[in-house]
């Protein structure tokens, strides 16, 4: 049986670590959310993709195996060549499958011209700010992967040229120019634009490599151009990459992308695979390969691990190459976080590591001392409130007017205590907010959020996301023509946000106060409030106040799980698991970020807005529930984590 073809996304993975192609070859499972259905789901790709074939009509070959696709690849730029011969300005071929020896890719764009090809990579990734180069000539390090795919593409498709030109009728050296396109971060959306069900229609189907997330122009007449998109040469970025391809594996540092392609394919052909070893480091600590049981690990195996220590070393939060490579000399592959000296690690790993070796919680003495006067602003007796957003952004807008990007703030919940005292089943649920229909839901938004947040008294959410939204909503609101009630409307986030919009405000992160208040071993080296909310869901005193008979008047909802709430959630819709790939493929999306259940991450919410826009949705009362019972929980996981902090954190020194 033929060896199967080194695709371009697998030469990516090698030049990135060698160990990672040898897992993607051998089929391990991977933690990622670099998949089609996600692409469109999360960045709208396939969507650039739709509008700018419907901008530029072609041939679209859409073959993402190999062998017949590669065939049929050749016929079609063939009948290019010779329709550019007869006179045709050009001919663009969408999708393109090139194979040669033991080498394949399949090219987004190949436009057809008399006197040249033009290789045009489509990216749903907004257009670089300060160029692809450095000052110093070189790529920056963000672009490196896509100009590495971008390189793989054009030597491929230069050699296949020079094995197959007398067959197309060109010479050997028939001129190739890669070109890429991109998202234009300050378009504006125009009525031809927009991702709605009148301008896109999606599918899905599952093949021998993944889903395929495919999206179809239907808005008639198609736009003879857009500003959604713009188009980049990369003469001068080709030329570096060909001759450095970026990578630090050692059998591919300082040598090009062709010298990369012969070397990458002698190991697989001859299966000898550089030592394990040898690619040991920090960056092991968010391989894609480092999944859990019953699922066969690849990090497991590059460290010779039959199951991951408790507490190993690549868990040390903000651990350098330095502290990895020592540990590793001093102690071995199976180096644990108890295993370091306490005078080697820095300020912010000591309380993990002082946790870990003790094997108690570790709490900060002024905090355990007054834990309301750290959450709380001094002398506040009022209402303390629980926050949670859900946003959608996609490069190509839901609305006229729009820009790539935008955050849509479709959803909010809340929870509300009457003081900062008050015990967890004297909380209150916020009506909350959810709009699925509306592409330009930030008026109504805001609007309901004064409405439920009346008053004064700090909001609590975690990490930066609201902060975020809010002030990016009063951005896009300032910057147009005022409508009623707009002063009233940036008073009001001013009020949440400070008038700079960096604090000040109402708005209270609770993450870096939990930051700095403890540390708990079973974070592992994390703060995710999805880390978190296990450790409160463990008291009984919190979780009693939560599940089923929990006596809170003011909040009808309750959770169940064993180790965590959001396991008690429901499972998909059966339509919606249909419509995107079908209940294999959804439930690995909701895997993806931090385990199973229903619609319960943020990029599950985005799946089911997804759904409800472009598949009719919106009256799905499933979806709706759904939405409404995941967001409301990370609004009560917040009230769940400020009782664990306010009535557990300080007892737990006394613990022992």
Not at 55 to 60: L, Q, T
Not at 162 to 178: E, M, S, T, V, Y
């Amino acid at each position: 049986m033929p060896t199967p073809p080194l695709t371009k996304s697998q030469f990516k993975l090698g030049l990135d670590c060698i160990q990672k192609l040898r897992h993607v070859r051998a089929g391990l499972a991977q933690n990622t959310n670099d998949n089609d259905m996600l692409r469109l789901l999360s960045e709208g790709g396939a969507a650039v993709e739709a509008l700018q074939r419907a901008i530029e009509p072609g041939a679209y070959m859409g073959g993402i195996g190999h062998g017949s696709a590669a065939e049929e690849s050749m016929h079609h730029i063939g009948l290019a060549l010779q329709a550019v011969r007869d006179g045709a300005p050009r001919v663009s071929l969408y999708e393109v499958t090139i194979e040669l020896d033991g080498f394949l890719a399949r090219i987004d764009l190949l436009r057809v011209l008399h006197d040249r090809l033009e290789l045009v990579e489509m990216k749903a990734k907004t257009r670089p700010d300060e160029g692809i180069l450095t000052k110093k000539g070189g790529i920056r390090s963000e672009w490196i992967p896509y100009m590495q795919d971008i390189g793989f593409q054009h030597e491929l498709l230069r050699q296949w040229i020079a094995r197959h030109h007398a067959a197309l009728a060109i010479r050997a050296d028939f001129p190739i120019f890669a070109r890429l396109l991109v998202v234009d971060r300050a378009g504006t959306a125009a009525a031809t634009d927009i991702l709605n069900r009148d301008n896109f229609r999606s599918a899905y189907r599952v093949g021998s490599r993944g889903t395929r997330a495919t999206v179809e122009y239907v808005g008639n007449p198609p736009p003879a151009s857009t500003a959604m998109l713009c188009e980049l040469p990369l003469d001068d970025e080709l030329k570096v990459i060909l001759v450095g391809a970026g990578s630090s594996v050692a059998q591919f540092k300082d040598r090009g992308i062709a010298d990369c392609m012969v070397a990458m394919r002698a190991i697989i052909d001859h299966d000898v695979w550089p030592s394990p070893a040898d690619s040991l480091g920090a960056h092991c600590r968010t391989c894609e390969f480092r999944v859990d049981p019953p699922e066969t690990s690849g990090f497991a195996r590059c460290w010779g691990m039959p199951a991951f220590p408790t507490h190993h070393v690549a868990d040390l939060a903000r651990i350098s190459e330095k502290q990895f490579a020592e540990a590793l000399e001093d102690h071995g592959a199976h180096a644990a976080i108890a295993d370091l000296a306490e005078g080697s690690l820095r300020d912010a790993q000591l309380k993990q590591w002082s946790a870990v070796t003790s094997g108690r919680p570790i709490v900060d003495p002024v905090f355990a001392a007054d834990p309301i006067a750290a959450m709380v602003p001094t002398g506040w007796t009022g209402p303390v409130w629980f926050l949670d957003f859900e946003t959608s952004a996609y490069p190509i807008p839901g609305r006229v007017g729009g820009h790539p990007y935008e955050h849509v703030p479709f959803q909010f919940e809340g929870h509300v205590l009457p003081c900062p005292t008050a015990p967890l089943r004297d909380r209150m649920r916020l009506d909350g907010f959810l709009e699925l229909g509306d592409p330009d839901p930030r008026r109504s938004f805001v609007d309901a959020l004064r409405a439920q947040l009346a008053g004064d008294g700090p909001v609590f959410h975690w990490h930066f996301f609201e902060r975020t939204v809010l002030n990016r909503i009063r951005t896009t609101i300032e910057a147009e023509p005022p409508r009623e009630g707009d002063a009233e409307r940036i008073a009001f986030i001013k009020s949440l946000v400070g008038s700079g919009g960096g604090g000040g405000g109402r708005l209270v992160d609770l993450l870096p106060v939990a930051q700095q208040a403890f540390y708990h071993p079973d974070l592992r080296g994390s703060y995710s409030i999805k880390r978190v909310v296990p450790i409160a869901w463990a008291e009984p005193a919190i979780r009693e106040a939560f599940t089923e008979g929990h006596g809170a008047a003011g909040d009808p909802d309750w959770y169940s799980g064993d180790s965590d709430p959001y396991d008690g959630l429901p499972a998909p819709p059966r339509n919606l698991l249909d419509e995107l790939g079908g209940d294999a493929v959804v439930r690995k999306v909701i895997s993806e970020d931090e385990g199973g259940g229903g619609i319960r991450n943020g990029g599950m919410a985005m799946l089911a807005y997804h759904y409800a826009r472009m598949f009719d949705g919106a009256r799905n009362p499933e979806i709706n529930a759904q939405l409404r019972r995941y967001c409301r929980l990370d609004s009560a996981a917040m009230v769940m984590v400020y009782g664990l902090m306010r009535d557990v954190v300080p007892t737990w020194p006394a613990r022992g």
